[in-house]
């Protein structure tokens, strides 16, 4: 089990020790998709929805949900992110959601750029139940992340 970063001598989680690794700059684009009914696409459109602006809501609550990551998920570190920007754009399906995470740190920030997204999407429901109890969170994943021992990643195109 010695391989498994996650994983003491006896099996049990344990938080990965990164005070040996080298502050880097740290950057990932997460992205998710809200779909929805042509109604719902359209009272968002006219600024009908009955809560408010699902949109600017979302990509508040992301931008809280990455600072609060390590709160959220156990093995995470929290981070002393530099930047986090959500985008929310509607299209004729529904809405796009994508954070962009970065910070100087000893680990990545992956996790907080899904996070990110996720609760957006979540909020973008939220918002929106009242209208559409159909609506579908999908394609929450990982688009691009830079810096540290692993090196770069982009998702491929058409995947």
Known sequence: MSELTHIDEQGRAKMVDTSEKPITTRRAIASARVLMSAATVAAIRDHTTPKGDPLETARLAGIVAAKRTAELIPLCHPLPLTHVDVRAELSDEGVRLEAEVTARAQTGV??????????????????????????????????????????????????
């Open 110 to 159: 992956e996790m907080e750029a899904l996070t990110a997204v996720s609760v957006a999407a979540l909020t973008i429901y939220d918002m929106c139940k009242a209208l559409d109890k159909t609506m579908t969170i999908t394609d929450v994943q990982l688009e691009l992340k830079t810096g540290g021992k692993s090196g770069d990643y982009r998702r491929a195109a058409n995947r």
